[in-house]
Structure formats: C-alpha cells, structure tokens
C-alpha cells in the first residue's frame, strides 16, 4: 500500500468528510478511501473537443453575436496534391 498526502483541503471540505465518515462508521481515511472508490467506478464521459472548448467560455460570454470577418477578396484554398 501507498499513501496520498493532500495538502491546503478546505477546512469545509474536511469537515463534510469528517461528518461521512461519522455517518458510515469509518476512519477519515477510509471514508477518503470509499469516495474515491465510488467515482473511479463511474464512466468516464466520451470528451468532445467542441464542448471542452466552449466549456472554457464563461456563461456571460457566450452567445451567437460573434462575427468573423475576412476583409478584401477570399483568398482561393491551398491545393496540397
């Protein structure tokens, strides 16, 4: 066995632990333990480049108002045969 040191938790964040485990009847470190169990079990969600990609834009940011513009004439696409 291994250990894991984690360092600047959130006192809220333990607290929340420390009240799991009391409420399962187990140490802090096998409620850690158990959690961490629990979300390795879940699938892993198929990532989309286009959604991860949006996701960095912030909520207030984001709408259809964006123009992109290609000033003068269009310039006729690379021939790459």
């Known amino acids: ?3 894991i040191l984690i360092r600047n938790m ?3 964040m333990k607290r929340k632990i420390q009240e799991r485990a009391r409420v399962h009847g187990r140490s802090l470190s ?3 333990k158990s959690l961490l169990e629990e979300k ?3 699938p ?3 990532r989309k480049l286009g959604t991860e990609l949006f996701n ?3 909520p207030q940011y984001r709408g259809d108002d964006l123009i992109f ?3 003068g004439r269009a310039r ?3 021939d790459f045969e």
């Open 40 to 42: 390795l079990r879940e």
């Open 30 to 32: 096998d409620e850690v």
């Open 56 to 58: 960095l834009v912030p």
């Open 10 to 12: 959130p006192a809220r």
């Open 76 to 78: 006729k696409p690379p």
């Open 69 to 71: 513009e290609i000033r």
């Open 1 to 3: 066995m291994s250990d």
């Open 44 to 46: 892993v969600k198929d």
